[in-house]
């Protein structure tokens, strides 16, 4: 771990502020690569304060701006070990992966009910509870109705895990099976001094990682979304336990609404049912 945290260090710190000067197209298929690296990294980044309020002589030496997202924010000096610096940013980044991915799994199927799809159990909190019908679950639900494809619980369970843990362990070991992607069979050895964390090799078809400069500045954009998804999932929740609805009903209701359903009306409510 330390050797792949004076890369990141030894890479971060010579971009400087320089815009990357490779012909990378953006991921996004936009002409150019990275944008001014320097508003991210270095000394010179933004910092969670604005320049009057926040200087960098008023933070830590070690948030020195070589990792994505570091804002110059840690009261807790939970940063002064570099090596678990690292474990925290492999477990944040993974958490904001999932989160991610967890919020849009929630406002989706219930923005598509509530407009016309048929989904059963479109709110989040619901799901697993309408689709498991006795020991048995619809596993492969989908926009528009549900394919009726029972299969025991205990069986989900087993090939979820499964599934999951050699994933989780392939990717630890920065090892793998060969196998095909879109760029066509590669072999085992693909995986050899490849990131655990980031884009690369035949798991990257859309090239993220072609530009070193511009994974540097997804990886920015990645861990922003990240932090704000986990925060909006902890929203999720409470919200669902406080009015009993999902998220997209809540905004529904406060953009037909907004100043008689709002943070301060659902508060200040009589009458609120649970159902987390």
Known sequence: MASRMTTVMKRTVKKGGAKSGTGTKGWGGGAGGAGDLGKWYGANRKLFLPSGLLTQEDVPTYLNGTLAGDYGYDPLGLGTDPEQVQKYREYELIHARWAMLGAAGAIIP???QANGADIKGATWFETGKVLLEGNDLNYFAVPWGVVDNPIPLVVVAAIQVGL??????????????PGYSPGG????DVFNGLDDLNPGGPFDPLGLADDPDLLAELQVKEIKNGRLAMIS??????????????PYA???????????????TVLGAEERVATL
Do not use: C
């Open 164 to 177: 999951m843990g050699a994933a989780e362990k392939y990717r630890v070991e920065k090892s793998g099976p």
């Open 110 to 112: 219930e923005g598509l």
């Open 250 to 264: 809540n905004w529904s209701k406060h953009i037909a609404d907004p100043f008689g359903y709002n943070l301060l």
């Open 233 to 246: 999932m902890l929203g999720f929740a409470i919200q669902g336990a406080v009015t009993g609805e999902g």
């Open 185 to 188: 069979k590669f072999e085992s």
